[in-house]
Structures are given as C-alpha cells and as structure tokens.
C-alpha cells in the first residue's frame, strides 16, 4: 500500500529554519517523483517543489527553499531557510505514482493520487 507521512512543521520566527519529510513506504522514492505542495488558510493548494532526481521550485521559494533525500530512509524532505510570514501553510507531500516516475508540473493537483496528511508551518513576524 502506498503511504506517504509527513512531519516536521512547527511554530518559527521569520527569517528561521525548518525541515519537513515525507516518509514514504509501498514504493522507493529514488523511483518515483515527490512534490511539495503547500495550502495557506483562505487560498488555494499550490505546488512548491519537486524532486526526481532533479529538482524544481516554485518561484516563490527559489534560493530559500531545497528538497533532497535519503533513499535508505526512503523519505524526501524540504528544508526551508530563510522563512516568511506568508509561508505559513499546512505542506503536504505528493505523488502522482507516473510509470516515468519524473516531475511533470504541479497541476492539476488531481493528477496526484497519493498524499500526506499535511503538517502545519506557522511562521510568525
């Protein structure tokens, strides 16, 4: 069964550091492509970051934010420096479960079948 599990968020001042992960289990990450997503309170689920191997980024987060990740873990994280007020969302984590298993573009975010449950990031200025 494909599970994906995140962690990590918590309550940080601005300009402070976090890490989130996706832990994943029911297939390998270094297979597949994990994508980042994030949801603001009042606004509309938007695609953050996303990594195959390669690595792409929302404008927004670019020379702030970097995924990598731990294949013996199998789990990808997000590491965010540099964080903002309006950074504040619940992040989840996804995956579309694609046969070429690489990034093809956030939307339509119904495209991704299997998420995490989220986990709150609460950036305070």
């Known amino acids: 069964e494909v599970q994906l599990q995140a962690s990590g968020g918590g309550l940080v001042q601005t300009g402070g550091s976090l890490r989130l992960s996706c832990a994943a289990s029911?297939?390998?990450?270094?297979?597949?492509?994990i994508v980042w997503f994030r949801q603001a309170p009042g606004k509309e689920r938007e695609g953050v970051s996303c990594n195959d191997g390669d690595r792409y980024y929302a404008d927004f987060v670019k020379g702030r934010f970097t995924t990598s990740s731990d294949n013996a873990k199998n789990t990808v994280y997000l590491h965010m420096n540099n964080l903002k007020p309006e950074d504040t969302a619940v992040y989840y984590c996804a995956t579309e479960r694609n046969p070429l298993g690489r990034c093809s573009g956030f939307y339509p975010i119904g495209k991704f079948a299997y998420w995490g449950q989220g986990t709150l990031v609460t950036v305070s200025s």
């Open positions: 029911g297939f390998s990450v270094d297979d597949d492509a």
